[in-house]
């Protein structure tokens, strides 16, 4: 909607093209803290994100189901649950608070936020901070009234409540679904489309079996963090040559699990030179270790890619993240791309590849 000239009190979450947002994993947090913020506050929640696109074009408010309508009553089935789209964006509407790197700010000014005036109140920040905003003596009473303290997954129920993918996201899901030969059916998808997608397709054979689906597979996030060529400009995370080891923990992750040895691994690493390293041409070719292919599917970072890069990579880098969130068990970077994918797929095990910890 609109907030011009209306007196309806908002928090908008704010992420345009005039100052840094951070990737996939920061925007997540800013989103998911800047909600439990409005609900707290008893604010209208609204995205205005437009960087390096709208939002919208790759996630819409998600739809009510029809078990979810019966439920929730004076809900219609397919009416959306919360629709934070804003119409001709939030900058200038209210005051705007940045909160970009700078977790100890936003901790300090908590309590000032909570008793802002203002009538709209923009926020631009990049941290966790569900558990500050639980246990803020000035939204704690209503945190606990609300129960979200023992709300299990809070972060997963909280992105299902908000988003879906939109129609060209999912249909690129269901293409890299195809690719990769994953168990179907993948989630972020309504029931009817969950059906749809769990029927053969063309070409592809329906005589596996059947527990595959519930085994899944196991996604591995590989971050190297400057071996990104020009493509953009990121802080070292792992060496290349680190790369076996978190193949070794998927093998581990696979055996502890119980997971039979014909378990695809999808691999989403941030540099074309992680394909090379062994063993991963090998398990490749085997058809253990899947990727999305270098010809048809794009690498970028969200907010470090130059504009060319951005555009292209922003819905495959989409793809990559629900990919991993839609997994049996992960193996992690340092990353909050890997690590808030998880959490918001509620993926059931994880596992730091740096000692293999779960």
């Known amino acids: 909607g609109s907030l011009a000239g209306s007196q309806v009190r908002a928090l908008v979450y704010v992420c345009n093209p005039f100052s840094l947002c951070g990737g996939h994993?920061?925007?997540?947090?800013?989103?998911?803290?800047?909600?439990?913020?409005?609900?707290?506050?008893?604010?209208?929640?609204?995205?205005?994100?437009?960087?390096?696109?709208?939002?919208?074009v790759l996630l819409q408010p998600r739809r009510a189901a029809p078990d979810v309508a019966a439920a929730a009553g004076g809900v219609a089935a397919g009416d959306f649950l919360l629709d934070w789209r804003l119409r001709g964006g939030g900058v200038g509407l209210g005051s705007h608070a940045f909160y970009l790197d700078d977790r100890v700010a936003f901790q300090e000014d908590l309590g000032w936020l909570v008793r802002d005036p203002s009538q709209v109140l923009l926020v631009s920040m990049n941290h966790r901070e569900l558990q500050a905003l639980l246990t803020h003596p000035l939204l704690a009473a209503r945190a606990r009234e609300l129960d979200l303290p023992s709300w299990p997954h809070l972060a997963s129920q909280v992105w299902n409540l908000l988003f879906e993918p939109s129609p060209p996201l999912r249909a690129r899901l269901e293409e890299a679904r195809l690719d990769l030969a994953l168990p179907r059916p993948l989630p972020w998808v309504s029931s009817a489309a969950a059906s749809d997608a769990a029927a053969p397709q063309e070409g592809e054979d329906d005589s596996g079996d059947p527990s595959a689906a519930e085994e899944g597979f196991i996604g591995i996030h590989f971050r190297a963090g400057n071996e990104s060529a020009r493509l953009w400009w990121d802080p070292g995370r792992h060496a290349l040559a680190s790369l076996p080891r978190f193949l070794e923990c998927a093998q581990r992750a696979e055996a502890e699990l119980g997971l039979p040895n014909t378990t695809k691994w999808f691999l989403s690493a941030d540099t074309q030179a992680a394909l090379t390293i062994d063993p991963v041409p090998q398990l490749r070719r085997s058809g253990k270790l899947v990727v999305l292919g270098e010809d048809t599917w794009h690498l970028a970072h969200v907010d470090r890619s130059h504009v060319s890069h951005g555009l292209l990579g922003f819905a495959d880098s989409y793809v990559a993240y629900l990919l991993l969130a839609s997994a049996r068990a992960v193996v992690l970077s340092r990353s909050y791309f890997g690590e808030t994918a998880a959490e918001i797929g509620a993926v059931p095990d994880a596992f730091f590849a740096e000692g293999c910890v779960r």
């Not at 994993?25 to 390096?52: E, K």
């Open 25 to 56: 994993g920061d925007r997540t947090n800013g989103i998911l803290s800047t909600f439990i913020l409005a609900l707290l506050t008893n604010r209208a929640f609204f995205i205005d994100l437009d960087s390096p696109l709208p939002l919208n």
